[in-house]
């Protein structure tokens, strides 16, 4: 099961309580070419946004996408990033895929939302 954290409730007021959900260990899978890639990162979902969080790889990387229709989507918003990130995904059938266009370069990237270390 997800973890579901709280943030402070005297932080808060009554109608403004956050339920986070946490996905831990969740692997990113990304293909381009004949290159392929894995990283392991962390999904939280926080009311309607679902939020990547990937240290690996050319990281790090946070993208808070944000619900549009039935895809999410946003670019990374690291600090002091030099490379342009931007990524767009879909829940089809339990598997989350989309694109990741990193400085220029297209992805398709895919994860599934459990806790299980992979």
Same mark, same amino acid.
């Given at each position: 099961?997800?973890?579901?954290?709280?943030?402070?409730?005297d932080?808060?007021?009554?109608?403004? $309580?956050?339920?986070?959900?946490?996905f831990?260990?969740?692997?990113?899978?990304?293909?381009?070419?004949?290159?392929?890639?894995?990283?392991i990162?962390t999904?939280?979902?926080r009311n309607?946004d679902?939020?990547?969080?990937?240290?690996?790889?050319?990281?790090?990387?946070l993208?808070?996408? $944000?619900?549009?229709?039935?895809?999410?989507?946003?670019?990374?918003?690291?600090?002091?990033?030099?490379?342009?990130?931007?990524?767009k995904?879909?829940?089809?059938?339990?598997?989350?895929v989309?694109?990741?266009?990193?400085?220029g370069? $297209?992805?398709?990237?895919?994860?599934v939302?459990?806790?299980?270390?992979?």
């Open positions: 099961m997800p973890e579901r954290d709280q943030v402070d409730e932080d808060l007021d009554a109608d403004d $309580k956050l339920e986070v959900t946490k831990s260990y969740v692997r990113f899978c990304f293909f381009r070419n004949k290159e392929d890639t894995e990283l990162g999904v939280l979902l309607g679902m939020i990547l969080d990937i240290p690996g790889g050319d990281g790090p990387y993208i808070v996408g $944000k619900l549009s229709g039935h895809v999410y989507g946003g670019p990374s918003e690291v600090r002091g990033r030099i490379k342009k990130v931007d990524a995904w879909a829940d089809v059938e339990g598997e989350h989309g694109t990741w266009v990193e400085d370069y $297209k992805y398709l990237f895919s994860f939302l459990s806790n299980q270390r992979g």
